[in-house]
């Protein structure tokens, strides 16, 4: 089965805009294929503001985020993939969702290809995890 992770995401970035509030991402620095600018990276993680306002071409799919954001003035292209994003929240009041890391542990990074490249599609290559269920706050 796919993870829902992506689907989440998007669901709760729509959430969040439609509650007139300023989604955030956290995102896991140190995985593979995590494409910012390292300056602003503190303590292998980053936050990312992904609003409508603050972003062009933003793309929410299965496997990245891409967008193009500004720091320091300076346009810069993100990529992220969506297994490396640790939580989505609205900056106004922390409402959200967080994202277990242990999958990571068990990612072969591997077969991580960047979004602008044609992935394969063979899944024998990718790993297996035991259904888990998280309690969403």
Request: net charge negative; aromatic share 10%; charged share 20%.
């Amino acid at each position: 089965m796919v993870s829902n992770q992506p689907y989440l995401l998007r669901a709760f970035y729509d959430w969040i805009v439609d509650s007139a509030c300023t989604p955030h991402v956290l995102v896991d620095a140190t995985l593979t294929g995590v494409s910012v600018p390292q300056e602003h990276v503190q303590d292998g993680q980053i936050v990312l503001n992904i609003s409508p306002m603050s972003v062009e071409a933003l793309n929410l799919g299965n496997e990245w985020i891409t967008f193009f954001a500004r720091f320091s003035g300076q346009r810069t292209y993100i990529e992220v993939p969506v297994h490396s994003i640790r939580g989505i929240y609205a900056k106004e009041n922390g409402e959200g969702a967080s994202f277990q890391t242990s999958f990571d542990a068990e990612v072969d990074n591997s077969y991580v290809t960047s979004p602008s490249s044609p992935s394969d599609k063979d899944d024998s290559r990718k790993p297996r995890k035991k259904p888990t269920l998280t309690v969403v706050k």
